[in-house]
T-cell receptor, first 115, second 113 residues
Framework: AQTVTQSQPEMSVQEAETVTLSCTYD???????LFWYKQPPSRQMILVIR??????QNATENRFSVNFQKAAKSFSLKISDSQLGDAAMYFC????????????FGQGTELSVKP | GAGVSQTPSNKVTEKGKYVELRCDPI?????LYWYRQSLGQGPEFLIY????????DSGLPNDRFFAVRPEGSVSTLKIQRTERGDSAMYLC???????????FGQGTRLTVV
């Protein structure tokens, strides 16, 4: 069975600075997808960025980028130029290529942004 | 509607009672997922529908939990004989197809007292 681990329960960053959130996962599959979701206090889970395992190039979405290390099974999220609105819970998630789309989530990292 | 809608937003019920949680997916989305999120934890998969049928219900914790999607759109998660341990946020998500991006609702916070 696949597992996702986020070892940082809480992280803090100064506004305009850069922060990296860590995620490791375990799987025996070679084809899968990885995601970072943001869950603000409003509760709605919002997709931040996704990475296909077969792509070597790291995904980037504006201020958000990932460092995907397939051999090490590591998938970290870098947030550049942090903004107050980035404060939220961040979840790393895994999706198998052939299990209908269900997501396996990590425990989450609570990010606070200091003005 | 524009997004996934879950009702009610909050539900308080007494131990032993029956509850129903509703999910209205994005129109046209064939895949629908239910997750349960305990306080301070990540969501855990409960069940996945493709159309009207439950394609994967491996996450349902026991036979007190049941979900339906009779017409392939709205889904209802049903919990019988609720226990205090059932208290959690219940999240619903939908996708155009399996393995496409899933869009989440705002969840139903269930409290069993």
């Amino acid at each position: 069975a696949q597992t996702v681990t986020q070892s940082q329960p809480e992280m803090s960053v100064q506004e305009a600075e850069t922060v990296t959130l860590s995620c490791t996962y375990d799987t025996s599959e070679s084809d899968y997808y990885l995601f970072w979701y943001k869950q603000p206090p409003s509760r709605q889970m919002i997709l931040v960025i996704r990475q296909e395992a077969y792509k070597q190039q790291n995904a980037t979405e504006n201020r958000f980028s990932v460092n995907f290390q397939k051999a090490a099974k590591s998938f970290s999220l870098k947030i550049s130029d942090s903004q107050l609105g980035d404060a939220a819970m961040y979840f790393c998630a895994y999706r198998s290529h052939n299990q209908g789309g269900k997501l396996i989530f990590g425990q989450g990292t609570e990010l606070s942004v200091k003005p | 509607g524009a997004g996934v809608s879950q009702t009610p937003s909050n539900k308080v019920t007494e131990k032993g009672k029956y509850v129903e949680l509703r999910c209205d997916p994005i129109s046209g989305h064939t895949a629908l997922y239910w997750y349960r999120q305990s306080l301070g934890q990540g969501p855990e998969f409960l069940i996945y529908f493709q159309g009207t049928g439950a394609a994967d219900d491996s996450g349902l914790p026991n036979d007190r939990f049941f979900a339906v999607r009779p017409e392939g759109s709205v889904s209802t998660l049903k919990i019988q004989r609720t226990e205090r341990g059932d208290s959690a946020m219940y999240l619903c998500a939908s996708g155009e197809q399996p393995n496409t991006e899933a869009f989440f609702g705002q969840g139903t916070r269930l409290t069993v007292v």
